[in-house]
Nanobody
Framework: QVQLVESGGGLVQAGGSLRLSCAASGSIFNINAMGWYRQAPGKPRELVATMTSTGRTNYADSVKGRFTISTISRDNAKTMVYLQMNSLKPEDTTIYYC?????????????WGQGTQVTVSS
């Protein structure tokens, strides 16, 4: 089991910046990748940015050049993942979710945070 706690959402004007943080604890040694997704009401959850345990990153086309994902392993008990969001646009407004994907002998499993609201005013 992996527990994820997000922070850092809020209200910002268009063109501004926010940094989202996510603390992962529990069975972090099984984490294969971490990332951020977002979901607007009535729409499917979409990938924003991911990073594998080997450092490979993947970004949605809509955020390339504006958002940066990074991770830090604090110790054997906790790993942090961040999403630096610059040049924010009103269309970035929605709820953002932290994700951790684990790989073990039981297979792949996805864990999700509770979500954090990002609102960009025009």
């Amino acid at each position: 089991q992996v527990q994820l706690v997000e922070s850092g959402g809020g209200l910002v004007q268009a063109g501004g910046s926010l940094r989202l943080s996510c603390a992962a604890s529990g069975s972090i040694f099984n984490i294969n990748a971490m990332g951020w997704y977002r979901q607007a009401p009535g729409k499917p959850r979409e990938l924003v940015a991911t990073m594998t345990s080997t450092g490979r990153t993947n970004y949605a086309d809509s955020v390339k050049g504006r958002f940066t994902i990074s991770t830090i392993s604090r110790d054997n008990a906790k790993t942090m993942v961040y999403l630096q969001m610059n040049s924010l646009k009103p269309e970035d407004t929605t709820i953002y979710y932290c994700n951790a994907r684990t790989l073990s002998t039981l297979g792949l499993a996805d864990y999700w945070g509770q979500g954090t609201q990002v609102t960009v005013s025009s």
